[in-house]
């Protein structure tokens, strides 16, 4: 049954990776996050990169915004303990130390 569905592509790894990832990705999810997910569901490496290489840092980053915004509101921090909270929760989304501080910086550039 399971070979029937591959031979058919109803069954394969690359569409898991595509529809799990961009499930995550809905949800607010960064790539380490989705990285993980999809090796924890036995996922290649090689597809996991295929599907996470269609991301550019931009993109990330234009992520990063919209849930921000979507937790914290559109306010700007107004003191540390504020910034700290967000650089904790965008870790816990899953986004990279590099691209969190870069977001970070530019929000503080805006305030």
């Given at each position: 049954?399971?070979?029937?569905?591959?031979?058919?592509?109803?069954?394969?790894?690359?569409?898991?990776?595509?529809?799990?990832?961009?499930?995550?990705?809905?949800?607010?999810?960064?790539?380490?996050?989705?990285?993980?997910?999809?090796?924890?569901?036995?996922?290649?490496?090689?597809?996991?990169?295929?599907?996470?290489?269609?991301?550019?840092?931009?993109?990330?980053?234009?992520?990063?915004?919209?849930?921000?915004?979507?937790?914290?509101?559109?306010?700007?921090?107004?003191?540390?303990?504020?910034?700290?909270r967000r650089?904790?929760?965008?870790?816990?989304?899953?986004?990279?130390?590099e691209l969190?501080?870069?977001?970070?910086?530019?929000?503080?550039?805006?305030?």
């Open positions: 049954m399971l070979q029937r569905l591959r031979e058919r592509n109803l069954l394969s790894d690359a569409r898991m990776a595509e529809c799990y990832g961009a499930a995550r990705l809905e949800k607010g999810f960064g790539p380490l996050y989705i990285r993980q997910a999809l090796r924890e569901r036995g996922i290649s490496d090689a597809l996991i990169g295929q599907f996470l290489d269609g991301y550019s840092q931009e993109d990330w980053l234009a992520q990063m915004a919209r849930v921000v915004e979507r937790k914290f509101g559109p306010h700007r921090p107004r003191n540390r303990q504020e910034w700290a650089l904790r929760f965008l870790q816990y989304r899953g986004f990279p130390m969190i501080h870069r977001f970070l910086q530019a929000e503080s550039t805006h305030s």
